[in-house]
C-alpha cells in the first residue's frame, strides 16, 4: 500500500501563484502516472494534469497554460505550479497516482488552496 501526501496549499490572493508537492509515501515502487485533480465546494472533481513516467503530460483544458506539472520520478514526487490564481481557482487539491501493475489508482486526502483578497 502506498500514501500520497500532498503540502503547499494555503491562502493566496489573486494573481499569485502557488505550487503544490505530492509525495508518495513508498520509494520502492514506481508510478505510471501520477498527477493532479481538484475539487471546488459544491462541484465535481475536475481533471488538472497528469505525467507519466516517461513525461507526457496531459493538462485539463481549462488549465492550459496557467499550470505546469512536473515530476520527480527518483523521489516519487510530482509538483503542481499554477499561476494567475483566480477566486475560482478556490478548491481542494487531490494528487492521484497510479502504480505499475496496480489496476487501481492511489490517491491523497487533498490539500485545501483558498484564493481570497
Known amino acids: 500500500q502506498v500514501q500520497l501526501v500532498e503540502s503547499g496549499g494555503g491562502l493566496v490572493q489573486p494573481g499569485q501563484s502557488l505550487r503544490l508537492s505530492c509525495a508518495a509515501s513508498?520509494?520502492?515502487?514506481?508510478?505510471?502516472?501520477m498527477g493532479w485533480y481538484r475539487q471546488a465546494p459544491g462541484k465535481q472533481r475536475d481533471f488538472v494534469a497528469t505525467?507519466?513516467?516517461?513525461?507526457?503530460?496531459h493538462y485539463g483544458d481549462r488549465f492550459k497554460g496557467r499550470v505546469t506539472i512536473s515530476r520527480d520520478n527518483a523521489k516519487n514526487m510530482v509538483f503542481l505550479e499554477i499561476d494567475s490564481l483566480k477566486f475560482e481557482d478556490t478548491a481542494v487539491y487531490y494528487c492521484?497516482?497510479?502504480?505499475?501493475?496496480?489496476?487501481?489508482?492511489?490517491w491523497g486526502q487533498g490539500t485545501q488552496v483558498t484564493v481570497s483578497s
Open positions: 513508498r520509494s520502492d515502487i514506481n508510478f505510471n502516472w
Open positions: 492521484a497516482g497510479q502504480v505499475y501493475g496496480y489496476s487501481h489508482s492511489d
Open positions: 505525467v507519466t513516467r516517461s513525461g507526457i503530460i
